[in-house]
């Protein structure tokens, strides 16, 4: 018979913070925030200017990930978000000191799309 995995909490500690995208001139989020409200890591995007959503996205809770499924150290995370009708699924890792935010925009109606985006901790 298997055994069942302890749950390890997975610390998001060192992700906390604004993060700013590299590319000024993105079309998808211009920023967001990571915190922490009584142990539940939460996240903030704001879209740029120029995004499907501009402005706050609002705030929802992250789901981390750590290198392996005893691990403690989250290594990064996922979110949903669904604004104006378009669901984004996004899976974010962290590498040489950048979160990277893969996005998958999943709209109602028409074409999905996906984007990459690097952010520094600002």
């Known amino acids: 018979m298997v055994q069942p995995m302890t749950k390890t909490k997975v610390d998001i500690s060192k992700f906390l ?3 700013v995208n590299t590319y000024k001139e993105t079309k998808g989020i ?4 990571i915190s922490s409200q009584d142990g539940v890591p939460k996240f903030r995007a704001f879209g740029s200017q120029t995004s499907h959503a501009p402005g706050d996205w ?3 809770d992250i789901i981390p990930l750590a290198a392996s499924p005893d691990g403690g150290v989250a290594k990064g995370f ?4 669904e604004i104006n009708q378009v669901k984004s699924l996004l899976a ?5 000191g950048l979160l990277i ?3 998958y925009f999943l709209p109602s109606e028409g074409n999905g799309y996906f984007s990459r985006e ?3 901790l600002e």
Not at 78 to 81: E, K, L, N, Q
Not at 92 to 96: L, P, Q, R, S, T
């Open 17 to 19: 913070g604004r993060w």
């Open 78 to 81: 996922h979110i949903t978000y």
């Open 58 to 60: 609002g705030e929802v």
């Open 118 to 120: 690097f952010f520094f």
């Open 30 to 33: 211009a920023s967001f925030e």
């Open 92 to 96: 974010v890792n962290e590498n040489k």
């Open 101 to 103: 935010i893969a996005i």
